[in-house]
Each structure stands twice: as C-alpha cells, then as structure tokens.
C-alpha cells in the first residue's frame, strides 16, 4: 500500500492504518529505535508509541513523506526513552554518536527558542552545502544513530574513510556554526 493511501486511513480514523504502518515500516522504526538504545523491548516499545503518536498527530497533520515523519517520531521518542536511562544511570550504548556532536554543537539546554530556530536554519544550510555522499554518511550517523562499520559497508567505503568523513564534516560544521555567530 502506498504512503497517500496509508494516510488516508488515519485520516479516515481506521485502525487498519496502524497495521498497513507496522507492515511497511515497522522493521525501519525499530531500526532506528534500536541504533540508539540498543535494546529490542525499547526498541518495539517505541515503535509501538511512534504508532499512538502518529494516530494522533494525523489528522490534522497530512505528511508529504511518511517514512520521513515517522522516522522523526521514533527518533524523538528513542532519544526520551535514551536520555530518561541516562538520568537513572543504566547502562547505556549510544553515547559515542552524541558525544561525537556535543564537540561542535552548542549546549540545547542552556538556550532559549529562537537560539534553537537560528541553529536549526544553520544546520539546514550546513547540510545543503555538503555533498550528497557525505551527507547521507552525517545523517546516517547523527539522525539514524548507524555504526561506522554500517555506514562503510552499505556505501562501499572503507571503515576509516568513513570516520575522517565524518571528523572533518564535524570540524567543517564547527567553523560554519562560528561564522554564523553561534557559539560553542
């Protein structure tokens, strides 16, 4: 079933929108979900939520890309589910990535809304800027949460290509964050 008639059914309020949703896209949700928290009952928890959440959010929301804005919503809530463990000090997989960007992105918590607007537009125009394969390596990394070695075999590089990709794609978007006048 396609994406507009998948839509359709949320928007006719029927309950076969979740199942056509979970037929198509419940092994890339989980997959998303399962790069960050490493965990397959967290993992299936939050795709089952990113099912509730998008039954709510359609209507009135209508998404042009379907995979695209579920994929935000198990990201947001794998990235909850993440940071709530973190709090409560368990065991916890994902931090490289993360860590990896705290390096050149400013601190969230410390800003106001407009601050996030101006770095949100900022990282928009930082992505444009790049070439197609390094920007599928950056968000293949900082959105999906994919390991290098994932990364490296499903475009054919290398392993340590993919990390200097990614090292200067991280400095570059430093030096572009400082030119537009956000700080560190």
């Known amino acids: 079933m396609d994406d507009k008639m998948i839509v359709e059914l949320y928007f006719e309020r029927s309950e076969a929108a979740i199942e056509e949703t979970r037929k198509k896209y419940g092994k890339y949700c989980h997959k998303i979900a399962y790069n960050i928290l490493f965990s397959d009952p967290d993992a299936e928890e939050c795709v089952n939520d990113?099912?509730?959440r998008?039954?709510?959010?359609?209507p009135p929301q209508r998404p042009n890309r379907l995979s695209a804005f579920l994929a935000k919503i198990t990201r947001n809530l794998a990235l909850d589910r993440y940071f709530a463990a973190k709090a409560q000090k368990r065991a916890l997989y994902a931090e490289t990535p993360l860590d990896e960007l705290s390096e050149c992105l400013p601190d969230e918590t410390q800003g106001d809304p407009a601050d996030e607007i101006v770095l949100r537009d900022a990282l928009n125009e930082f992505l444009a800027s790049l070439p197609a394969q390094t920007r599928i390596i950056f968000m293949r990394r900082y959105f999906y949460f994919c390991s290098v070695k994932e990364i490296a075999a499903g475009l054919s590089l290398t392993e340590g290509n993919v990390k200097v990709i990614l090292h200067?794609?991280?400095e570059g978007l430093r030096q572009y964050l400082s030119t537009k006048g956000i700080m560190i």
């Open 50 to 52: 990113t099912y509730l």
């Open 54 to 58: 998008a039954w709510f959010a359609m």
């Open 168 to 170: 200067r794609t991280r």
